[in-house]
């Protein structure tokens, strides 16, 4: 199943989302224009690694093998960013393929309008980067040696997702429905289809091969933008009664 429209209208353009979508687009097209090794690079430079942000292990020390020894030989530069918890904002930027950028621009472009809407630009953003980190943060606690660097939007986008369970459950999303040799359009509750979202995080994170996906950041995530949207929600100014004197 595979959600690609709703019908939820908002009442203000989304330039955030618009912007986020473009920078990660741009970075990803930076990444292409990369050598292998020096991709590699880039992505462990500004990726989250759990080893490196807790002060386990050198920036040099997690890159894979070969791209250790050809950045020795040909005497690279290969620098962290300074504070190395800057990597967990640079992290949401960068993604591994097309379709791993293509997926979470499609739910960004989905569910991240209508809460832009309700949050406001400026709140929005702050929101977006706020789950993004605290899902970074859950994935680390439950790999704190890993050596491999987390990267994609995917945990700060999770957020949004909670934050849509939470404001908006009953907008209607229309979803693509695989069955067998058969492609159907069907019309579905968004709070059901997030539900059956997260639930599959939580399902998936329960399994042996997990094929390098940061399950426990989606869980984070929806669970922190599912707590946090209404502290964010902009509070609604009370009217004024003016009193008449006789």
């Avoid at 429905?177 to 059901?192: E, K, S």
């Avoid at 042996?208 to 869980?219: K, P, Y």
Wanted: charged fraction near 10%; hydrophobic fraction near 55%.
């Amino acid at each position: 199943m595979i959600p690609f429209r709703d019908e939820n209208p908002t009442r203000s353009l989304p330039i955030v989302v618009v912007a986020l979508i473009a920078a990660n687009v741009v970075v990803f097209l930076h990444q292409l224009l990369l050598s292998d090794v020096e991709h590699v690079v880039f992505v462990y430079t500004h990726g989250a690694i759990p080893a490196v942000l807790l002060g386990g292990a050198d920036i040099v020390e997690v890159l894979p093998p070969p791209v250790r020894a050809a950045v020795l030989v040909a005497d690279l530069p290969v620098k962290v960013l300074q504070p190395t918890w800057l990597t967990i904002l640079t992290a949401m930027f960068l993604h591994g393929g097309l379709l791993h950028l293509g997926s979470n621009m499609l739910y960004l472009w989905i569910f991240g309008n209508n809460v832009e809407d309700v949050l406001g630009h400026v709140r929005f953003l702050v929101f977006y980067l706020v789950c993004g980190a605290l899902a970074a943060a859950a994935q680390i606690l439950m790999s704190l040696r890993s050596p491999v660097p987390m990267i994609g939007a995917s945990g700060a986008i999770a957020g949004v997702l909670g934050a849509y369970y939470v404001k908006f459950p009953h907008a209607r999303v229309q979803c693509l429905v695989f069955l067998f040799f058969f492609i159907t359009v069907v019309m579905l509750p968004a709070g059901l289809v997030l539900l059956i979202w997260f639930l599959l995080q939580i399902l998936n994170s329960m399994g042996s091969a997990q094929g390098g996906v940061a399950f426990f950041a989606h869980i984070g995530g929806f669970v922190a933008g599912w707590a946090l949207i209404r502290r964010f929600e902009p509070r609604r100014r009370r009217p004024r009664y003016i009193r008449w004197s006789r």
